[in-house]
């Protein structure tokens, strides 16, 4: 039998970010026809080495062969010329653009705009690989699945034959995920080679011919997926053994801690981005909140900790351990007051340097800003700030050159880490969090649900917004379904299907179906 040819081959890789290594001396392959997961926990090189193939960063040493033949790539539109386009998960598109006009701009500079000629070339690329894609819809009104599929369009319209997708379904459904591998298998029979970033190993296993691990920068080794386990992909990964059964004990004595009733918010453009949602939380349980990224989530925690506007007729209730039998309305405090009170908020933003951090400040900095306001003078008082910096460094794994290393020069699961640390060392009486293990590997990932594990038996009321139906499945006691902004069903996290959530995630039912 014959070998497979490469597609790729790169040669003793490094690269350094002043006193972080990156990559130490990477050399693997990709194969012409194959599906190749990259695997590695947070900081081991990951998007590094794929951002040197698609020539954002250039190595320091090494070498980049496509085929067997040497290649410079210094700029992305060199590594679109070698026929290499990597979809990033944040996407680049004209959001006021159709998808036509979108794949339009990928014309090469100077050859005449023939918008004809680019439909036609557009829906033979679609009808090829199996893409439903609307070429007249416009950005804006497109889903988070939709404008993916047009990001992979717009690269294989530039004639790309390998492709790096950076966490591909992130925010998908489970339907949309079978989907978009259903493509992927229609590329790789094609002779493309793709090569995914990716944290679920469930995926990894289902999709891939390989997977190459990355360890603190290093090469590990590649392995032949249908050889290859869960336990033993993350024992790969880590250097040791990683128990990934998700604990779940079941509530001690439950206690309600709120009651919100016929809560709606608008957004700023005046539309309603929630829509009359009511449900209890209660402490000693994890309460997931599913749905498809921008139906409502991120405006449900912010109106519970008073960061939203709330229309008329709603009621937010808490129940403090003090005064049970006295419930306390939230709508008209500030948010300082909701969290004195002991309700936190630990949102993990896509923009972590922007929204959640500091990027000039190092961890201990970073810490000091939380304790802004409490009485402290900041300027004076390092000592805790420094000790819970290292305290999360230690707990979570962060890999960093020291506590005050700017976090900018971090990667981008280990600034997660930062963040997603500083919010749980607190002592609340409600911790809402969402998307906590946003970007983490998975033994980070499983640290962070022994952490809000260890919360719940503290009889915290947890509220867990989560991308992964996977975990929520496992974690949650309870699942809230969001579609359109409107609660679509509460489901028991023991006994619901990953299936279940997905349809009521898509698929609005009417009152009477949702309480059948």
Do not use: W
């Not at 294989?156 to 489970?174: C, Q």
């Amino acid at each position: 039998m014959p070998q497979p040819q490469n597609a790729i081959r790169l040669a003793h890789i490094t690269k350094t970010f002043g006193e972080v290594v990156a990559n130490r001396d990477v050399s693997l392959e990709v194969r012409r026809g194959e599906i190749l997961s990259l695997l590695g926990e947070n900081g081991s090189g990951k998007t590094t080495l794929m951002n040197m193939i698609a020539g954002i960063y250039y190595p320091d040493e090494g070498q980049i062969f496509l085929g067997e033949e040497p290649v410079d790539i210094r700029s992305p539109r060199d590594a679109l010329r070698l026929g290499i386009g990597m979809i990033h998960q944040h996407f680049k598109l004209v959001d006021v653009f159709t998808a036509l006009e979108n794949i339009a701009l990928c014309m090469e500079p100077g050859r005449r705009l023939d918008l004809r000629r680019v439909r036609s070339q557009a829906r033979a690329i679609c009808e090829k690989y199996g893409f439903a894609l609307d070429l007249d819809q416009k950005v804006y009104e497109m889903s988070v699945s939709q404008k993916q599929t047009l990001e992979i369009v717009k690269v294989l319209f530039r004639g790309a034959d390998i492709l790096i997708l950076d966490e591909p379904t992130a925010v998908l459904t489970p339907q949309e995920t079978e989907k978009l591998f259903a493509v992927m298998r229609n590329m790789k029979a094609d002779g493309k080679a793709v090569i995914i970033i990716t944290h679920k190993l469930h995926e990894v296993l289902t999709v891939s011919d390989r997977v190459a691990i990355l360890r603190r920068g290093e090469y590990v080794g590649t392995v032949n997926t249908c050889d290859a386990t869960e336990e033993t992909l993350t024992e790969m990964m880590v250097g040791k053994k990683v128990e990934l059964d998700i604990e779940r004990p079941e509530p001690d004595h439950p206690v309600r801690r709120l009651c919100i009733q016929h809560l709606s918010v608008n957004s700023p453009e005046g539309g309603r981005v929630l829509d009359d949602v009511s449900f209890d939380v209660y402490g000693g349980e994890i309460l997931g909140i599913a749905g498809i990224s921008g139906n409502g989530q991120k405006e449900l925690l912010e109106a519970i900790a008073g960061l939203q506007r709330v229309e008329g007729g709603a009621s937010i209730q808490f129940f403090p351990p003090e005064a049970e039998d006295r419930p306390a309305s939230l709508l008209g405090k500030s948010p300082r007051d909701i969290r004195e009170a002991g309700i936190h908020l630990s949102f993990g933003p896509e923009d972590r340097l922007g929204l959640g951090l500091v990027g000039s400040m190092g961890m201990t900095d970073n810490m000091m800003l939380k304790r802004y306001g409490s009485g402290h003078s900041p300027l004076v008082d390092r000592k805790a700030p420094r000790e819970l910096a290292e305290e999360i460094r230690q707990e979570l794994g962060v890999v960093t050159p020291g506590l005050n290393t700017p976090v900018s020069q971090l990667s981008g699961g280990n600034v997660q880490k930062v963040l997603v640390g500083r919010e749980l060392a607190a002592s609340p009486v409600v911790l809402m969090t969402a998307y906590a293990v946003r970007g983490l590997d998975i033994n980070t990932s499983y640290t962070i649900y022994r952490l809000l594990n260890e919360q719940k038996k503290k009889g915290v009321a947890v509220i867990y917004v989560g991308e992964d139906l996977d975990v929520l499945l496992e974690l949650c006691d309870r699942i809230l379904v969001l579609c359109g902004g409107r609660a679509n069903g509460m489901l028991d996290g023991r006994t619901a299907t990953k299936e279940e959530v997905g349809l009521r995630m898509t698929n609005l039912q009417t009152e009477t179906e949702v309480h059948a």
